[in-house]
């Protein structure tokens, strides 16, 4: 696989799916804070997404069957998308904790 061909694969499926690059122009001195508060926000971007998808995988478990029943998950390209499905399928469908979880799935997708 060229090196091209990597590049992009990454930037559309990989650790960068979701970031995209921004160029600015700052005086020297504060290069260090722009970029200490550039990688705060990669993690925490990245927690968050993590958060969202244990969420989802938790969702499965418990509810699989009563969420999925006519739902094509592959078919959505993002993890955003995904998690507001399951949500409101959670919502819809569930008991109490069902409901609670779809409702922290909603927060975390909404903040």
Same mark, same amino acid.
């Given at each position: 696989?060229? #090196?091209?061909?990597?590049?992009?694969?990454? &930037? @559309?499926?990989?650790?960068?799916?979701? /970031?995209?690059? #921004?160029? #600015?122009?700052?005086?020297? @001195?504060?290069?260090?804070?722009?970029?200490?508060?550039?990688?705060?926000? &990669?993690?925490?971007?990245?927690?968050?997404? @993590?958060? /969202?998808?244990?969420?989802?995988?938790?969702?499965?478990?418990?509810?699989?069957?009563?969420l999925l029943d006519n739902i094509d998950l592959r078919?959505?390209?993002s993890l955003e998308q995904k998690a507001k499905l399951?949500?409101?399928? /959670?919502?819809?469908?569930?008991?109490?904790?069902?409901?609670?979880?779809?409702?922290?799935?909603?927060?975390?997708i909404g903040s």
């Amino acid at each position: 696989m060229a #090196v091209r061909d990597r590049i992009q694969r990454y &930037r @559309e499926s990989g650790g960068a799916s979701d /970031l995209i690059r #921004v160029e #600015v122009l700052i005086p020297a @001195e504060c290069r260090s804070d722009i970029l200490s508060q550039a990688a705060e926000m &990669r993690a925490e971007h990245r927690r968050r997404k @993590e958060l /969202l998808q244990q969420h989802l995988d938790e969702a499965i478990a418990r509810y699989g069957i009563r969420l999925l029943d006519n739902i094509d998950l592959r078919k959505l390209p993002s993890l955003e998308q995904k998690a507001k499905l399951i949500a409101d399928a /959670l919502i819809e469908r569930g008991d109490a904790r069902a409901f609670a979880m779809g409702r922290r799935m909603l927060g975390e997708i909404g903040s």
